[in-house]
């Protein structure tokens, strides 16, 4: 099967190679069955992200007051099911006011919060390699060819409520079956998508290539070999995430 | 936090002000404005970041757009687990968040969302 590869060359800046790598593997993870969504499910999610941007309902909903006072239909670009294109539109495109509401709206709708947290993985998978494509000036890469075969549908005993808006597996009991780093502290964040424990590989994989280890957050890390000082990354990161309404 | 204390590490001190305003400054950090600019080009969807790039790779090379782009890309992702799924702040981000507020003039915000 002939897979699509994300390549900068043509785009003539050198990227470091574990980035270009990193993308690669989450591009292909993506085209693949996941927990719950098929492949082909995970590549119209991916789709769905692309279409948001261009979505006239996205865009004025996301200028009014609140979300919820316009009313309309997303410009959806696959046949995935209402309440599915709904919430990646709302993640790509206003992911500063998604509340419990919004969460808890979505699987009342028949997204299951298991469904609801690998198709944010989707989203930000997406989000990340688009961003980083667009502040580079390359092309957006292909999205890949969906992989057959099924879901693996295993729901992790481990998480319990703790206070997300989803079941999370808790640090301790994470770390005792090697789902995260062997550290005194991780954020949150870093928990957040382990009702699926692919995601949360996977965007642990990510993070290493773009930004650090999860566990080198919260310290004076400062990167080796990498033309950034701590400085210039911790500016980008708040910028990005003020101008994201990320209040986290 | 990561901002000022990562500062303080090599002798400035960044003027966390950067982070938030309207027209982009240094704030103490090399290439801050710029860094903010690209950033800025690049999420609004009606922006062309090509100004914004090219003033940066003119001013600091090609390199640090690389790695710049891998900064704000990760944080597409980070920001959006964390709205999208509901991380709980961690701990140690709550007296940074209630500093930050007080330094900005948004105390009443910032505790509004603490709750």
């Not at chain 1, 994989?205 to 566990?215: C, F, I, Q, T, W």
């Amino acid at each position: 099967m002939v897979r699509t590869t994300i390549d900068y060359r043509d785009s003539g800046i050198a990227v470091r190679d574990d980035i270009v790598a990193s993308q690669n593997r989450a591009w292909q993870s993506l085209a693949a069955p996941g927990t719950w969504w098929t492949g082909a499910e995970r590549v119209a999610i991916a789709r769905e992200v692309r279409a948001a941007l261009g979505c006239a309902w996205c865009a004025e909903r996301k200028a009014a007051l609140s979300p919820y006072a316009v009313r309309g239909t997303h410009g959806a670009a696959t046949d995935l099911p209402p309440a599915a294109v709904d919430a990646a539109h709302r993640v790509a495109t206003d992911p500063g006011r998604l509340s419990r509401r919004w969460a808890d709206d979505a699987i009342a709708a028949g997204v299951s919060d298991a469904h609801l947290v690998e198709l944010v993985s989707v989203v930000c998978t997406v989000m990340l390699i688009d961003g980083f494509a667009r502040a580079i000036g390359a092309d957006a890469a292909p999205l890949p060819a969906p992989i057959g075969g099924e879901p693996s549908r295993r729901r992790p005993a481990e998480a319990v409520d703790e206070g997300y808006f989803v079941p999370t597996i808790p640090f301790a009991v994470g770390q005792e079956i090697g789902l995260y780093e062997r550290a005194p502290f991780i954020p949150n964040v870093g928990r957040g998508l382990s009702l699926v424990p692919d995601a949360v590989r996977s965007a642990r994989d990510l993070m290493l290539a773009h930004y650090m280890k999860y566990e080198q957050v919260a310290t004076d890390h400062e990167p080796e070999r990498r033309p950034i000082t701590r400085s210039q990354m911790e500016l980008v990161a708040a910028r990005t995430s003020a101008r994201n309404d990320c209040f986290y | 936090m990561a901002l000022r204390a990562s500062s303080k590490k090599t002798g400035g001190d960044a003027d966390i002000t950067a982070i938030t305003r309207d027209d982009p400054i240094d704030g103490g950090v090399a290439h801050g404005a710029l860094l903010c600019e690209l950033v800025d080009a690049v999420i609004d969807a009606s922006a062309d970041p090509a100004p914004a790039r090219q003033r940066l790779v003119a001013a600091a090379g090609p390199d640090l757009l690389v790695e710049a782009a891998a900064v704000l890309g990760m944080f597409h992702l980070n920001d959006r687990v964390a709205d999208a799924l509901g991380a709980p702040l961690d701990g140690l981000m709550v007296d940074y968040r209630r500093n930050l507020g007080a330094k900005m003039g948004i105390t009443d915000q910032i505790e509004g969302r603490l709750g």
